[in-house]
């Protein structure tokens, strides 16, 4: 197994620009999430999904959109660019149960400039 | 809402001896889990252990330990035997396991202390 993939590791956008960050996850989880994560701060949850076609906010989800069509795959959508974008982005799944415990991605470095 | 509080940004400790890592939370819930992830320079995010609230028993997985203290909402990682591969960001985290749409499956994580491992 895989496990939980991201693409791209790096990515520079310019303001107003547009982006789809790729997730995928090979261990057949119901669970996935997007989170960001500031220079010196912990995680912050942007979007979650309990199952294909599912998909709720969580604490910061303003400029994002999410979309869950599969079991495996959680694309994160950036609209117009903001330089408060830049961050490192992590995705992750659990199997089901919402204490399980989560599998998180390799991480996605944004800059917006 | 649940906080994390990691007070400490940074540690040192020798190669081969032990540290603690410390960390509080603030719930009002009863039935929760806690949890230590490692974030290396690789960035991925590495589940290190993991307590559940209603366990009387500290967990431990291999070098890593917990003082899980429920009345003081603590809950410290221990590491022995220090070695040069733990160096990392350690990130202690909250979780309310109530079933209701995911909402409060989410993990509130603390800001996270820099361990370095000295030679």
């Known amino acids: 197994n895989a496990g939980v993939t991201q693409t791209p590791k790096f990515r520079i956008l310019k303001i107003g620009q547009s982006m789809t960050l790729q997730c995928a996850q090979d261990?057949?989880?119901?669970?996935m999430y997007w989170y960001r994560q500031d220079p010196g701060m912990g995680l912050k949850l942007i979007y979650y999904s309990v199952g294909a076609g599912i998909t709720d906010k969580g604490e910061v989800p303003n400029g994002y959109n999410v979309s869950r069509s599969t079991t495996e795959d959680f694309p994160l959508r950036l609209e117009l660019a903001a330089p408060s974008q830049t961050s490192v982005y992590f995705c992750?799944?659990?199997?089901?149960?919402?204490?399980?415990?989560?599998?998180f991605g390799p991480g996605t470095r944004l800059t917006v400039l | 809402a649940q906080t994390v509080t990691q007070s400490q940004p940074e540690m040192s400790v020798q190669e081969a001896e032990t540290v603690t890592l410390s960390c509080t939370y603030d719930t009002s819930e009863n039935n929760y889990y806690l949890f230590w992830y490692k974030q290396p320079p690789s960035r991925q995010m590495i589940l290190v252990i993991r307590q559940e609230a209603y366990k009387q028993q500290n967990a431990t997985e291999n070098r890593f330990s917990v003082n899980f203290q429920k009345a003081a909402k603590s809950f410290s990682l221990k590491i022995s035997d220090s070695q040069l591969g733990d160096t990392a960001m350690y990130f202690c985290a909250f979780m309310n396991p109530l079933e209701s749409r995911g909402a409060n499956s989410k993990l509130t994580f603390g800001k996270g202390i820099t361990l370095s491992v000295r030679p």
């Open positions: 992750a799944s659990s199997p089901g149960l919402a204490a399980d415990t989560q599998y």
């Open positions: 261990m057949n989880h119901n669970y």
